[in-house]
C-alpha cells in the first residue's frame, strides 16, 4: 500500500504517488538550480511546470487516477535532464540525442498565432501548420471571400474553434519544435534577446552567440541524422506505412470539410429562400404552398429541415476540423446534446408533418354532372378542344399544376388532366358526363374538392367544343384534381375528332372505351361496344421491291430488295414485307401480319 500525494501543478489537480510525486520533486527543483542565473527563469520555469502538467493529462484518464512512478519517468525522458541544457552558451555545446529524437518525432499542432495576427491569427497559425508562408493562407482567404463567398463562415469557425497559442509550450508545438527544456529556454531567451536588441550593443553580442549556437545546432542535427539512418528496415517500412495513412487520413479531413461546409450553406440559403417566400413572395415558388395541402407553416418546415439536415452535416465539418486539428476546441458535451435532441425533435416534426401532408390523399372521391346532347342515330358529332390564353397549358405533362389569372384578373389553379372517354349506348340521345375527381383527408374534403373544380363546354351546330383545362380556387391545394369528359354515343351514330383531342384521348381502347388516339381525324360509326373507321385505307398484301437483286437457277427464282423479297421455288411461293408474310405450297395459302 503506497501513500498517494496531492499536487498543484501550473493550477491542475494531480494525485500522485508518494516515491513518483518525490522524484518529480527532485527534478523540478534540479531544473531550478540549473536556471539560478538565467535571464527570464521565472518565465521558463512556469512554462516547463506547464508542459509536465499537460504531459501529466494527457496520460490520466480520469480525476481519480493515480499519477504513478513510471508516468513520471515517461515526462522526464520527453523534458530531458537538467545537467543536459547549461544555461547561457553551454545551452547549445551539447544537444541531448533525447531532445532530438523528440523532435524528429514531433508534429505541428493548430494554434491562433496573435503574435503575428492582423485579425484574430488565424491565417498565421494555418501557416506555422502547413509550414509555409502566411501571405499564401491570406490571399487563398482573398479568393474565398470574393469567389464563392464561404471564406468569411469558415474563418470565423476557425476563429472560434482552434485556441490561441498562448504559452511557451503552445507556441513550441504550433511550429513543431519538441517541448522540453532547451526549448522552452531558447524560446524565452529569444524572447528576452528581441527585446535586448532596441536597448543597444548588447543586442550584437547575443545575435553573435544565438549564430554560433546555431551553427553548433546544425553540426549536431547533422550527427543525429547519421545516428537516425542505422534504424532497421521495418522501422523506415512502418514510418512510410504510417506517413501515408496520415496524408490519407487529412485528404479524408479535408473532404468532409468541403462537403460539410457546402451543403450547411446551401442550405441555409436555399430553406431560408423558400422560408420567406410567403413574406417577400419569391417568384417561381408558388408551387411550394400548392403542393403544401397540409396548411404547414412553410417557414416552420424549412426551419426543421435545416436542423434536420444541417445538424448531421455541421457534425460532418466538425468531424474533418477534428481531423486536421489535433487541438481543436471541444464544443462541449452540454452542446453536442442539445444538437441532438434539436435535431430528434426535427426528425420527428417532419415525419408528423409528412404524416399529415399524406392524410390529405387518403381519400379519393369524385362527382359527376350528366348533360344530354341532341345528337341522335343519324346525327355526325364534331369534337374538338379549345385552350386559353392565361393558361398555357402543357399536353405532355397532363398533371402539372400551375398557377395563372383568370379574365376576371383572380389567382386560380389549373391542370390540363383532361381525359376523354367514349362509349356506346343504345339511347336515342347522346350524353355527355362531367366526372370531376380530387382527394382528401376524408370524404367530405375529397368530395368539396372534386366539386370546386371548374371546367366547362360548348355545344353548337352539332359540335361539341370542350375546353383542354380545368382550374380551381388555390385554396383548394393539389389534390390530384382531374376531369373525365364521357361521351354517350348512341349506336349508328357518326363522330369526328379533331387532332386537338388527340393527347386527351387514351392510347387504346379499354374497359367498355371504343375510341383511342389513333382514330383522331377520322370518321367513327358507333356500333355495339366498337367504332368503324369510315374512312381509313383498306390493307392488304403489299410486297415493295426496290434495288431487286434478282437470282436464277435451278432451283428457282428469288428477288431481294430493302423492303422486302419473293421467292419462287417447288415447294411454292413466298413473299415478306414489313407489313406481311405471303406463303402459298401444297398445305394451301397462309398470311401472316405484323404485329406493329
Not at 178 to 187: H, L, M, R, T
Not at 439 to 455: C, F, P, V
Amino acid at each position: 500500500m503506497n501513500k498517494t500525494v496531492n499536487i498543484n501543478l501550473a493550477g491542475i489537480f494531480f494525485h500522485i504517488d508518494e516515491d513518483a510525486y518525490l522524484k518529480l520533486q527532485r527534478y523540478l527543483e534540479a531544473i531550478k538550480r540549473s536556471f539560478t542565473d538565467s535571464q527570464g527563469r521565472s518565465e521558463i520555469i512556469a512554462d516547463i511546470e506547464a508542459r509536465i502538467a499537460e504531459l501529466f493529462s494527457e496520460r490520466v484518464q480520469n480525476d481519480k487516477q493515480v499519477i504513478r512512478i513510471s508516468e513520471v519517468d515517461e515526462v522526464i525522458s520527453i523534458m530531458g535532464q537538467p545537467e543536459d541544457y547549461l544555461v547561457d552558451d553551454e545551452i547549445f555545446e551539447d544537444e541531448p540525442q533525447t531532445a532530438y529524437r523528440s523532435k524528429s518525432a514531433t508534429s505541428r499542432k493548430l494554434f491562433r498565432d496573435t503574435d503575428n495576427s492582423y485579425v484574430g491569427g488565424v491565417s498565421s497559425g494555418l501557416a506555422h501548420y502547413f509550414g509555409i508562408d502566411a501571405v499564401w493562407i491570406r490571399l487563398a482567404w482573398i479568393l474565398l471571400i470574393f469567389g464563392a463567398g464561404t471564406g468569411i463562415l469558415l474563418y470565423i469557425l476557425l476563429w472560434v474553434l482552434v485556441p490561441e497559442a498562448k504559452t511557451t509550450a503552445e507556441k513550441l508545438m504550433m511550429t513543431g519544435e519538441p517541448v522540453n527544456i532547451s526549448n522552452i529556454e531558447k524560446k524565452i531567451k529569444d524572447g528576452f534577446d528581441s527585446v535586448t536588441e532596441t536597448v543597444g550593443d548588447v543586442a550584437k553580442n547575443v545575435s553573435d552567440s544565438v549564430s554560433n549556437a546555431a551553427k553548433k545546432i546544425d553540426v549536431n542535427k547533422s550527427a543525429n541524422s547519421i545516428k537516425s539512418s542505422s534504424r532497421t528496415f521495418f522501422d523506415t517500412l512502418g514510418d512510410v506505412i504510417m506517413f501515408f495513412f496520415k496524408v490519407f487520413a487529412k485528404f479524408i479531413g479535408v473532404l468532409l470539410i468541403i462537403i460539410g461546409a457546402a451543403t450547411l450553406i446551401s442550405l441555409i440559403i436555399g430553406l431560408f429562400s423558400i422560408g420567406v417566400a410567403n413574406v417577400i413572395q419569391i417568384p417561381g415558388l408558388d408551387f411550394v404552398e400548392l403542393a403544401n395541402a397540409g396548411n404547414t407553416p412553410i417557414w416552420l418546415v424549412s426551419l426543421f429541415a435545416l436542423f434536420a439536415v444541417g445538424i448531421p452535416f455541421f457534425f460532418l465539418f466538425y468531424l474533418g476540423l477534428k481531423i486536421l486539428i489535433n487541438n481543436l476546441k471541444s464544443i462541449g458535451s452540454v452542446a453536442k446534446f442539445s444538437l441532438l435532441g434539436l435535431w430528434l425533435i426535427s426528425v420527428i416534426a417532419l415525419i408528423v408533418f409528412g404524416v399529415r401532408q399524406a392524410s390529405e390523399h387518403a381519400f379519393e372521391e369524385s362527382y359527376t354532372e350528366k348533360t344530354e346532347l341532341p345528337i341522335t342515330a343519324t346525327d355526325t358529332l364534331l369534337v374538338k378542344m379549345k385552350g386559353h390564353d392565361n393558361f398555357n397549358a402543357d399536353s405532355y405533362h397532363q398533371d402539372r399544376f400551375k398557377l395563372a389569372y383568370n379574365d376576371n384578373g383572380d389567382k386560380v389553379l389549373y391542370s390540363s388532366d383532361v381525359d376523354i372517354i367514349v362509349k356506346s349506348t343504345t339511347d336515342s340521345v347522346a350524353k355527355i358526363a362531367i366526372r370531376k375527381r380530387a382527394d382528401g383527408s376524408d370524404y367530405e374534403k375529397a368530395i368539396a374538392r372534386a366539386k370546386n373544380i371548374n371546367y366547362d363546354f360548348d355545344f353548337k351546330n352539332k359540335t361539341l367544343l370542350l375546353n383542354s383545362y380545368l382550374t380551381t380556387h388555390p385554396d383548394n391545394k393539389f389534390s390530384d384534381q382531374e376531369v373525365d369528359v364521357i361521351l354517350y354515343l348512341p349506336e349508328s351514330s357518326v363522330v369526328y375528332f379533331n387532332n386537338s383531342t388527340r393527347h386527351s384521348l387514351h392510347y387504346n381502347t379499354y374497359d367498355g372505351n371504343i375510341v383511342s388516339r389513333d382514330d383522331t381525324n377520322h370518321y367513327l360509326k358507333i356500333g355495339y361496344e366498337e367504332a368503324l373507321c369510315l374512312d381509313c385505307p383498306e390493307e392488304g398484301l403489299k410486297v415493295k421491291v426496290k434495288t431487286p437483286r434478282l437470282k436464277i437457277d435451278d432451283k428457282g427464282i428469288e428477288i431481294n430488295a430493302k423492303d422486302g423479297k419473293l421467292k419462287i421455288d417447288e415447294s411454292g411461293i413466298k413473299a415478306e414485307s414489313d407489313d406481311v408474310k405471303f406463303n402459298i405450297d401444297s398445305d394451301g395459302v397462309e398470311i401472316i401480319e405484323s404485329e406493329e
